[in-house]
């Protein structure tokens, strides 16, 4: 197979990844390519010959220039919340421009789409993005990611075996995904036909509460972890308190006010079809991470 795939975000944990995968389905690695800011940042993609295009989402002659010759064009989201419609816009934009045949967006799950939603702040530029991607008249994918089985350590704190599990998400629950299953799907839209103008629902077959994670915990530990379910001014103090930024505070309480809304909640997902296998369930995570 020739066809040209070309990666963004290819330094980070998702691009690596599904770069990985691409290679593992039998992709020749000189028809990859991975736009990166910082080229000393992807000497391990070089090594295995995968073809660096050094761009920045802000500089948009960088961005048509890495595009040239791309057939398939992975769009990872960034991380800069503060631009990143316009970062974003302007990949597609660049895209089109370049002749860019087919886009594949990391979008996420959302029900609430207006500024009541409790991660307004996140959600807009994905909202942003998928609307000029639809618009653009490029071929596309959107992947509707739930959140990452990988934020439950953050979520829970160094000290969860020993204090419970201490967040305000009530008894909400989200089909947390692994991003190592997203990845892997990504590689398979990527790689067999039939994609073309759809919008995926990546979520995990399975919805878990903090409840369910509490449990889980103890059966695996063999310690009695408790789920706190603090209300939120005393989850902002306890933080607070610990040290952590406002903004990262900010950033979980509104995640854990979407969780307690149902925000991640999934009735429906596609993820078990695109792998051809049943999707990595929070045990197996927890166990990953906590038995160490």
């Known amino acids: 197979m020739n066809t040209s795939i070309l990666v963004t975000g290819a330094t980070g944990n998702f691009g690596k990844a599904t770069i990985d995968f691409l290679l593992k389905k039998g992709i020749e690695a000189k028809n990859i390519s991975a736009l990166v800011r910082d080229e000393v940042k992807a000497s391990d993609l070089a090594e295995k010959g995968i073809q660096i295009e050094v761009g920045d989402y802000d500089n948009y002659e960088s961005l048509v220039a890495a595009f040239q ?76 990611n739930n959140l990452y089985l990988e934020v439950l350590p953050m979520f829970l704190g160094d000290k969860v075996l020993e204090s419970g599990v201490f967040f305000p998400a009530g008894e909400g629950q989200a089909a947390y995904v692994s991003r190592n299953d997203l990845a892997e799907a990504t590689a ?92 990595s369930t929070l045990t197996d995570f927890l166990k990953e991470v906590y038995l160490k």
């Open 188 to 279: 398979t839209i990527l790689t067999t036909d039939g994609h073309e103008n759809q919008e995926y629902a990546t979520s995990n077959i399975e919805n878990y509460s903090m409840n369910d994670i509490a449990v889980t915990l103890s059966t695996i530990t063999n310690k009695e972890v408790a789920y706190l379910n603090p209300n939120v001014e005393d989850y902002q103090a306890a933080l607070t308190n610990a040290g952590v930024p406002a903004e990262y505070i900010g950033m979980f309480v509104g995640f854990a006010e979407a969780i307690k809304q149902g925000e991640f909640q999934s009735e429906n997902s596609d993820l078990e079809k695109l792998l051809s296998r049943k999707p």
């Open 69 to 144: 010759g791309v057939e398939k064009l992975v769009l990872v989201s960034g991380t800069d919340l503060a631009n990143r419609s316009a970062q974003q816009l302007n990949v597609v934009k660049a895209a089109k421009e370049a002749g860019v045949k087919h886009i594949v967006y990391t979008s996420f799950e959302r029900k609430n789409e207006t500024e009541t939603s409790p991660i307004a702040f996140l959600a807009q530029s994905h909202i942003d993005t998928d609307n000029a991607i639809k618009a653009s008249g490029l071929t596309y994918t959107i992947l509707r």
